[in-house]
């Protein structure tokens, strides 16, 4: 069965500095791609970026990125010069190839000090 | 112009109660999507239909039945509710098959409270 694993139910981060959310998965496609979304307190789900595990080079999308590390089955998002907007709960999610539903982590909520 | 829209946003009912939640999407994706979020904000997939056929359904009791009239609608409708059946639902949406891959497109949910 496939898992996701938030480890870090909470995190803080000042303003303007940069912040690491982490993520384990476990699955036995070979083919798979991941995502983090982000769930501010509106309550819509918003996706912050994805990462296609064929391909090693790791995604970026502005301020955010990942260190995707295939052997580990690690996926972590780090979020360079914070903002108060940042602040939400972040989730990660895993997609296998041939099934097409996601497997959410339990979500880290990430607090934006001023 | 709302991409995904759930109606309504808040449902507050008694235990009991039959109810429904309406799902549309302009898209023109060919695959939506329903979650379950909990209290502790954990997120599980309840069912999927693709341009109007049921794909996933999840291990849901059978008082929860989704409706597809069109690949643009996916309704839900929940019978005899129970106070465990409080959460937020969320509908989504992705392109069918490979194009899901690239992510799903979330209403804005709707918080449903059984008293």
């Known amino acids: 069965a496939q898992t996701v694993t938030q480890s870090q139910p909470e995190m803080s981060v000042q303003e303007a500095e940069t912040v690491t959310l982490s993520c384990t998965y476990d699955?036995?496609?070979?083919?798979?791609?991941l995502f983090w979304y982000k769930q501010p307190p509106s309550r819509q789900m918003i996706l912050v970026i994805r990462?296609?595990?064929?391909?090693?080079q790791n995604a970026t999308e502005n301020r955010f990125s990942v260190n995707f590390q295939k052997a580990a089955k690690s996926f972590s998002l780090k979020i360079s010069d914070s903002q108060l907007g940042d602040a939400a709960m972040y989730f990660c999610?895993?997609?296998?190839?041939?099934?097409?539903?996601?497997?959410f982590g339990t979500g880290t909520r990430l607090k934006v000090l001023a | 112009d709302t991409a995904v829209s759930q109606t309504p946003k808040y449902l507050v009912t008694q235990m009991g109660n039959d109810k429904s939640i309406k799902c549309e999407q302009n898209?023109?994706?060919?695959?939506m999507y329903w979650y379950k979020q909990d209290s502790k904000k954990f997120l599980k997939i309840m069912f999927s239909y693709n341009n109007k056929e049921l794909i996933i359904n999840e291990t849901v009791p059978n008082r929860f039945s989704p409706k597809s009239p069109d690949k643009a609608h996916l309704n839900l409708h929940i019978n005899s509710l129970e106070l465990g059946d409080s959460a937020v639902y969320f509908c989504a949406s992705s392109q069918a098959g490979v194009g899901a891959l690239y992510g799903y497109t979330f209403g804005s949910g709707t918080r449903l409270t059984v008293v």
């Open positions: 898209l023109g994706h060919d695959t």
């Open positions: 699955t036995s496609e070979s083919d798979y791609y």
């Open positions: 999610a895993c997609c296998a190839s041939g099934t097409y539903k996601y497997i």
């Open positions: 990462q296609e595990a064929y391909k090693q």
